[in-house]
């Protein structure tokens, strides 16, 4: 992304997490994690809170994109495939959008395509801007 | 914890986001995380995937205290609370279990007592050792 | 329950599934339902939709049970295990109220006090009433 | 439908729902629901179990449509509309296929078109033919 997005960058445990933004536009956001060693669980396979914190960040971008801040009420996850190292990629699209709460749907897939997760996510947006 | 629980300990993606055992039995858990300014999102408040990783942490270890490794098929989280500081704790309990699932519910409040989030869990358990 | 809840007695979706109220009090609600044949999915065993129908009954009677008006935007259930006969319980109980959202979990149990299903769900709250 | 599918056949409580079968095929289905006053709840429109258990019959339909019986293990709902009448829809597609668990998106929406609800969806699959 170039220039830098304003709301991403303040966004301090995506950085810690090493989520880096490849885009973002009015309801949709796409991001990518780089698997480290320090993004895996007790099993050897990447954490599902790393997972969670990967979709729930494309989820954040895409709901607040409309400059109503926007703040998760609940979110859904479905992991179908345990993933292992390479690139995760997450990228939300917005299902439903109303003056008060948003719905959006996040899939996570890995470098050869392959799905990693499901996530369904609800936003309460504080202000009304019409 | 004295002594140390190896499965914990193995847990990178917990360690990295600072979170501590504080009690682990047949079915249960509890684990603690001190915010720091690294756990927070653009709004300020504790990030959603540092809530998730927290409850999701308690529910791995609550899921695999039998001794049958259990992976994550689902998890649903509601935020009902912004956090901002101090220590988050999350409590998980076991709602039930069969030889190939188990269901979890962890309960993530703040220093005050106060409820921050909900949420239910669900393992695929992959050996049946009966 | 005497006398009649004037908001259940309305409810003509819950009347068509042979729902019975059993309590309702602030925040909280249980409900029950005989299972007939009608309950039933292909598989011979009562319905997911059947089982849901009984939890959101309680979820809406205890969500309501405030006087604002509570609408459904979330639900998640996890099916724990089959029911065939004999009557279905759901017991709601508040999780949360904040001025416009506000969280319940509802647990469904059969007459063995088995455990069938866990639900939890969220409303938008329509009017503050404070 | 002609000829009649037998698993639909026998789902009494979708019969009971007055739900109509539209298409079946490997990993998707699509039913409707045309409404009347008994669909509906105290605040009189469609009930959060009647848009569930439209949801959640197109979900069975399509999670047995490969021969292996599915048994449904969770599902989350979300509702972005108020439904009061004429038709709904309830389209369901297969996000994942694993051996034992198998994961469904489905879209629910009214005459005009407009998002209804959002239902995600897991199975865990009885016996494994292959």
Redesign the interface.
Known sequence: MDPPDP??E????????GIELMEVSAGRAKVRMRIA???????G?V????I???A??AF?LAS?SHGT?A????????????ATGGTLYAEAAE??L?P??A?Y?VTVTDDAGE?IA?F?G?V?RKTLKK
């Open positions: 709301f991403f303040k966004d301090a445990w995506a950085q810690e997490a060693g320090w993004h895996k669980n007790s099993h396979t954490h599902g809170g790393a969670f914190t990967l729930d960040t954040a607040n801040p703040a998760a009420i609940n979110a859904n996850i479905s992991y179908v495939k345990a299902f439903s109303n008060k709460i719905t749907t799905k499901l369904q609800m309460y």
